[in-house]
């Protein structure tokens, strides 16, 4: 049976965390950690949203970011929907990874996106987004996460490979 | 000219394919999901390389790269998976499949050109 436990919820979004600063910093944008929280605006904001299941987790991935912000990560000419969406996939290949050194699989799904103004996480759990700042804008981070009764994040292992680099078969 | 075909749901990853392989001489042509990708493939038997994403809607780059296989006019083409995905079995699956190399996004360019000239035939 799939249940909810805070401090699993808040650990893998800790690592869902450290994988958005290490991608957005792979695309050349520094993220600090904001206790500045994510007030509404009618500043214009794309997200895309990712769920993921395995055996014993499984749950469901926000990274949220300002229009400025989604453009200073792309590569030129990139749509942001199209990045936002990127962007979102390449965030949760990242924990899928980090979760892999600690013994637990997931499959991804695609990404879908939405766009607007005045947008504010609804947590389900006590567990508040992660919310960073940046020279382009804000970001958050969000994940609501289930996990079997038994189940406990492993030590950290090494990874055959890690993001950026090839295999040759 | 070499052709190849990148295989990518995101349209700025195939945009980033066709500038960095384009540049540098080759022609590239573009399908959004494994399924686009198949067609492409089996209407261009003399493609030297597919550049393909494993997580797309529609067929996956691994069921893709499967079909691909079992078709006698495209089955002998190199293909290098380039994805978010570092499992182990999903590599395994792929080299099983006579995937040609698996990179794990993001690529700079120029290792991306690197590979390429290494596995297009």
Known sequence: ?????????????????????????????????????????????????????????????????????????????????????????????????????????????????????????????????????????????????????????????ALAATEGELLVF | MKKVLVVDDSETIRLEVSRTLGQAGFTVLEARDGAEGLATATKNPDLALIVLDVNMPVMNGLDMLERLRQTPTAADIPVLLMTTEAEDRLIERAKKAGAKGWFIKPVKPEMLLMATNKLAR
């Open chain 1, 1 to 157: 049976m799939f249940v909810e436990r805070l401090e699993t919820t808040r650990a893998i979004q800790d690592l869902a965390a450290a994988a958005c600063t290490e991608l957005m910093n792979a695309y050349g944008v520094r993220l600090e950690p904001s206790e500045a929280g994510w007030p509404e605006s009618d500043e214009l904001m794309f997200s895309g949203v990712m769920g993921f299941v395995g055996d014993s987790v499984r749950g469901t991935c926000l990274l949220a970011a300002a229009q400025g912000t989604v453009e200073a990560a792309a590569p030129n000419n990139a749509a942001a929907r199209d990045w936002v969406g990127e962007l979102a996939n390449q965030l949760v290949g990242r924990l899928k990874a980090k979760l892999m050194a600690r013994g637990a699989t997931i499959a991804l799904s695609t990404p879908v996106v939405l766009r607007g103004v005045k947008l504010s996480p609804l947590p389900r759990t006590d567990v508040a987004p992660v919310v960073f700042g940046s020279a382009a804008g804000r970001v958050l981070v969000w994940l609501e996460v289930e996990i079997e009764d038994d189940f406990q994040l492993g030590e950290q292992r």
